[in-house]
């Protein structure tokens, strides 16, 4: 079956720096690769998504990169900011109907 | 415009109890989902309900699991003689379709503990 994976561990980055998250799975690659962000108590909010035929996507300080050959998704943050400080998910979609999700990781940044 | 809304927003029943969880979608939002998230977990997939179509129920844990969506609106997920491992943050989102393009839209979940 298909296994998606995040770092668990927390990334903690000062204020200003790029934050980069790393979403790797296995197998077949997907149709769709969306990004959550997920804040404590709340349901996920979408960020970002990319189609398999797409490199890059960017979207004001946020740009996520998808490379099939490595079987990889990076989503980065430039000029972090203590707001950016939440979990953030990655979500496959495989033609299912249903997206696969990750199982986060929690950025914190620091002033 | 109105996000997806959930309720009730927190849940507190005895080990054995029936509960029923509530779910309204963004209007126009034919796809509907159901996931479970337990503490420090990525959101496990549960029901998903797709226009008059019948249910996807393949992530359903067992048979005490049930949910419905009538008129194509508003769905209720209902868990027969809970456990206390049913205790976990219960999802639903909704979409505008079931096409992988589409981004889907979250309630703030209904946190349910089992005494």
């Known amino acids: 079956s298909q296994k998606i994976e995040q770092n668990s561990e927390a990334l903690n980055i000062q204020e200003g720096k790029t934050a980069t998250l790393t979403c790797n799975y296995t197998?077949?690659?997907?149709?769709?690769l969306q990004w959550y962000r997920q804040d404590p108590g709340r349901g996920p909010v979408f960020l970002l998504l990319i189609r398999e035929n797409e490199k890059e996507k960017r979207k004001e300080r946020l740009k996520v990169t998808f490379d099939t050959t490595l079987k990889q998704s990076l989503f980065h943050i430039t000029a972090s900011q203590p707001a950016d400080s939440a979990t953030y998910l990655c979500a496959l979609f495989y033609n299912t109907d249903k997206l696969i999700f990750g199982t986060g990781t929690r950025l914190q940044v620091f002033p | 415009g109105a996000g997806v809304s959930q309720s009730p927003s927190n849940k507190v029943t005895e080990k054995g109890k029936d509960v029923e969880l509530r779910c309204d979608p963004i209007?126009?939002?034919?796809?509907l989902y159901w996931y479970r998230q337990s503490l420090g977990q990525g959101l496990e997939f549960l029901i998903y309900f797709q226009g008059n179509s019948a249910p996807d129920k393949s992530g359903l844990p067992s048979d005490r699991f049930s949910a419905e969506r009538t008129g194509g609106s508003v769905s209720t997920l209902t868990i027969q003689r809970t456990q206390q491992e049913d205790s976990a943050v219960y999802l639903c989102?909704?979409?505008?379709?079931?096409?992988?393009?589409?981004?889907?839209?979250f309630g703030d979940g209904t946190r349910l503990s089992i005494l």
């Open positions: 197998n077949y690659s997907p149709a769709y």
């Open positions: 989102a909704s979409s505008l379709n079931s096409r992988g393009n589409q981004p889907q839209h």
């Open positions: 209007s126009g939002h034919t796809a």
